[in-house]
């Protein structure tokens, strides 16, 4: 399995130890997901659903592998010029590309996911 073994962080200071690295990884983790509102009343009603545990047949789901058609149905229905991340590609060029790209996409999908 690869493992990321540096990066830069926001000011382009190469970081290279374990620490460093994680460190970036959190940092930018926080200033992605940060700006997500989030409703306090909808998140005490979930907690307090009596609802512990995802049900088996949920878990089994999420461990399934992602498929050919979901990652297809994801790029056919994205918005114009809206990109998936921060890389700023935007759903034009998945859709332009997919017959060359898919498998690719599909590969790294699953070592993500994996």
């Known amino acids: 399995m690869p493992t990321i073994t540096h990066g830069l962080d926001e000011n382009g200071i190469l970081k290279t130890s374990q620490t460093e690295v994680m460190t970036l990884f959190t940092e930018h983790m926080t200033r992605r997901f940060a700006r997500i509102p989030i409703d ?48 700023g590609i935007c759903h034009e060029f998945y859709r332009m590309t997919w017959d060359i790209i898919k498998q690719d996409m599909l590969d790294v999908m699953k070592h993500v996911h994996g």
Request: aromatic share 0%.
């Open 40 to 87: 306090e009343r909808c998140i005490q009603e979930l907690v307090s659903s009596g609802m512990n545990t995802l049900p088996m047949a949920a878990n089994a789901a999420l461990e399934e592998p992602i498929t050919m058609d979901e990652l297809l149905t994801v790029v056919r229905k994205g918005k114009e010029h809206k990109s998936l991340g921060q890389d």
